[in-house]
Structure formats: structure tokens, C-alpha cells
């Protein structure tokens, strides 16, 4: 069974860096197009990050424009998110996806799989 594990999240003051790692199972993920999305408490989860299938497009919302770097390693079928100069408000539950359309995407709608979700805490 295709399987999503995200792993990185932890706490972090303010101006600090982390990395978020997403280790697929039970299939090759190579064709699809991987995904960040978070959810903090009481708001909507929201869009992060995109990257393509072959890694040759990578879309972000504009609160990770400059601060979020998306890539992935097909041979390990991992995805990762890179998270430098966070903010408190970033502080939320960050969930890897893949999309089997192979391309960025932006919506839950295009979501195939999700991942379990890691927390990530900013502290002032």
C-alpha cells in the first residue's frame, strides 16, 4: 500500500531553519508530482510547495517565496522541504501529498496520497 512519511518537524525559535523529509512507500512515486500543505490550528490547510515529476517545476505560495526551497531525490523517493527564516506564524501541522498528474498543483483536489502530517513549531 502506497504510503507517505514525513519526518523533520520538531520546535524552533524564530529565524531558524528546518527540514522536512517525505519517504514514499509501496510504489514508485517517480511519476508523480510531490506537495507541502499545512494546517494550523482553527484555519484551512493551505498550499506550501510543488515540485513536477522530474523536478523541472517547482510552484510556492507567496508566504514561502524566498524562505521554503521544495526538492526531491527520485532515486529515493523522497521529497523535502527546506524551511529557513521561520516565522511564529508558520507554526502548523505540514503534510506531504503527491499528485498522480505528475505536475505542480496547488489544490486538494489534486491530492492522490497524503502523508500523516508532522508539527512544526516556531516559538518567538
Known amino acids: 500500500q502506497a504510503q507517505l512519511v514525513e519526518s523533520g518537524g520538531g520546535l524552533v525559535q524564530a529565524g531558524g531553519s528546518l527540514r522536512l523529509s517525505c519517504a514514499a512507500s509501496?510504489?514508485?512515486?517517480?511519476?508523480?508530482?510531490m506537495g507541502w500543505f499545512r494546517q494550523a490550528p482553527g484555519k484551512e490547510r493551505e498550499f506550501i510547495a510543488a515540485?513536477?515529476?522530474?523536478?523541472?517545476?517547482?510552484l510556492y505560495a507567496d508566504t514561502a517565496k524566498g524562505r521554503f526551497t521544495i526538492s526531491r531525490d527520485n532515486a529515493k523517493n523522497t521529497a523535502y522541504l527546506q524551511m529557513n527564516s521561520l516565522k511564529p506564524e508558520d507554526t502548523a501541522v505540514y503534510y506531504c501529498?503527491?499528485?498522480?498528474?505528475?505536475?505542480?498543483?496547488?489544490?486538494?483536489?489534486?491530492?492522490?496520497?497524503w502523508g500523516q502530517g508532522t508539527q512544526v513549531t516556531v516559538s518567538s
Open positions: 501529498t503527491a499528485s498522480a498528474g505528475g505536475w505542480v498543483f496547488t489544490t486538494t483536489s489534486r491530492v492522490t496520497y
Open positions: 509501496g510504489r514508485t512515486f517517480g511519476s508523480y508530482a
Open positions: 515540485i513536477s515529476w522530474n523536478a523541472g517545476s517547482t
